[in-house]
């Protein structure tokens, strides 16, 4: 464990509340897990527990213990899985909305990487650690859709080789609130991470390119269906960058509005996935139906 000490001289942060306080000193560490923290009684105000909405006083003497991270066990789980296509060099999976694709301190279980570590027998590539066996590239726990997998290191450096020359090809399928007037568009804009935000990301100067290729699939009242495509990988990006040009994705509890379709997340979905097999030089092209509850919701807009 690491501890760090504090002592509150600044006169404008008198009355803060204590989380939001450590979350200034502390800008790596989100401010649940501060929140978690002082619950547990990691963090002492004068050498005393003390609640979360406690106010910070000049001269007030805070001690952080950091906890040890979670140990995460590797334990491969049974868990059903829809592959698309498979070899014994890497695998494409259609990976259903509410999953997490590798573990975290959070999740530590039922994640893909679990049920590919049953699937695949343990045999995964081992570029990207022990916590993310396998994963060339990701999408967000509520967003459904295609995945390729690598079961070995050449496998999975040709994977990357491809994804960093563009010729991943990944296509999108999603619901944006308004309507969209231009067929087709590019959003060309660099991501980063929200300086007041850690759990969100945003279109800052200083971010990494981020490119985002659509293209109107249909026009319903209040919101427009589009397909895109993906020329980077960044965290989000096309939930950022669709809220950026002002046409934010359904049900998106970070980036979208608070009235919206009712879907337990944002309205995305990865359906189509094409590449030339880094180990055979064979074209593998993938396509996964909308799940269930979006194909639902695209039909009921249809009706309107």
Same mark, same amino acid.
């Given at each position: 464990?690491?501890?760090?000490?504090?002592?509150?001289? !600044?006169?404008?942060?008198?009355?803060?509340?204590? !989380?939001?306080?450590?979350?200034?000193?502390?800008?790596?560490?989100?401010?649940? &897990?501060? /929140?978690?923290?002082?619950?547990?009684?990691?963090?002492?105000?004068?050498?005393?527990?003390? *609640?979360?909405?406690?106010?910070?006083? =000049?001269?007030?003497?805070?001690?952080?213990?950091?906890?040890?991270?979670?140990?995460?066990?590797?334990?491969?789980? +049974?868990?059903?899985?829809?592959?698309?296509?498979?070899?014994?060099? $890497?695998?494409?999976?259609?990976?259903?909305?509410?999953?997490?694709?590798?573990?975290?301190? %959070?999740?530590?279980?039922?994640?893909?990487? @679990?049920?590919? #570590?049953? @699937?695949?027998?343990?045999?995964?590539?081992?570029?990207?650690?022990?916590?993310?066996? %396998?994963?060339?590239?990701?999408?967000?726990?509520?967003?459904?859709?295609?995945?390729?997998?690598?079961?070995?290191?050449?496998?999975?450096?040709?994977?990357?080789?491809?994804?960093? +020359? @563009? &010729?991943?090809?990944?296509?999108?399928?999603?619901?944006? @609130?308004?309507?969209?007037?231009?067929? *087709?568009?590019?959003?060309?804009?660099?991501?980063?991470?929200?300086?007041?935000?850690?759990?969100?990301?945003?279109?800052?100067?200083?971010?990494?390119?981020?490119?985002?290729?659509?293209?109107?699939?249909?026009?319903?009242?209040?919101?427009? =269906?589009?397909?895109?495509?993906?020329?980077?990988?960044?965290?989000?990006?096309?939930?950022?960058? =669709? /809220?950026?040009?002002?046409?934010? $994705?359904?049900?998106?509890?970070?980036?979208?509005?608070?009235?919206? #379709?009712?879907?337990? %997340?944002?309205?995305?979905?990865? /359906?189509?996935?094409?590449?030339?097999?880094?180990?055979? +030089?064979?074209?593998?092209?993938?396509?996964?139906? #909308?799940?269930?509850? #979006?194909?639902?919701?695209?039909?009921?807009?249809?009706?309107?």
């Amino acid at each position: 464990m690491s501890t760090h000490k504090f002592t509150v001289d !600044d006169q404008d942060a008198v009355s803060t509340r204590l !989380d939001k306080y450590m979350k200034e000193q502390l800008p790596n560490v989100s401010r649940t &897990q501060i /929140q978690q923290w002082i619950q547990d009684g990691y963090i002492l105000v004068n050498e005393k527990e003390i *609640k979360t909405n406690y106010k910070v006083a =000049f001269g007030d003497k805070i001690q952080v213990t950091e906890p040890r991270p979670v140990e995460i066990a590797m334990v491969p789980e +049974d868990i059903p899985l829809d592959i698309k296509y498979e070899d014994e060099h $890497l695998l494409v999976v259609n990976k259903p909305k509410g999953m997490v694709v590798h573990p975290s301190a %959070g999740h530590t279980k039922g994640t893909l990487v @679990h049920a590919l #570590l049953h @699937h695949c027998k343990g045999s995964l590539s081992g570029i990207n650690g022990e916590l993310r066996p %396998g994963i060339v590239h990701r999408i967000d726990k509520d967003t459904s859709g295609l995945l390729v997998v690598a079961k070995h290191d050449v496998a999975h450096q040709g994977l990357q080789d491809l994804l960093q +020359d @563009h &010729q991943l090809k990944r296509e999108y399928f999603a619901i944006a @609130h308004g309507v969209i007037q231009h067929e *087709k568009g590019t959003i060309d804009a660099p991501i980063a991470r929200d300086t007041k935000d850690r759990q969100k990301m945003g279109v800052i100067d200083y971010g990494k390119p981020a490119v985002t290729h659509f293209e109107v699939v249909e026009r319903v009242e209040g919101f427009t =269906f589009v397909k895109c495509e993906l020329e980077t990988g960044r965290t989000h990006q096309i939930r950022v960058h =669709f /809220q950026y040009i002002g046409f934010p $994705l359904a049900g998106d509890p970070k980036y979208g509005p608070k009235k919206t #379709l009712a879907l337990n %997340g944002q309205a995305l979905h990865a /359906q189509r996935l094409s590449f030339v097999h880094p180990m055979t +030089d064979e074209l593998i092209e993938c396509e996964a139906p #909308l799940p269930s509850e #979006l194909a639902a919701v695209v039909e009921e807009l249809k009706k309107h």
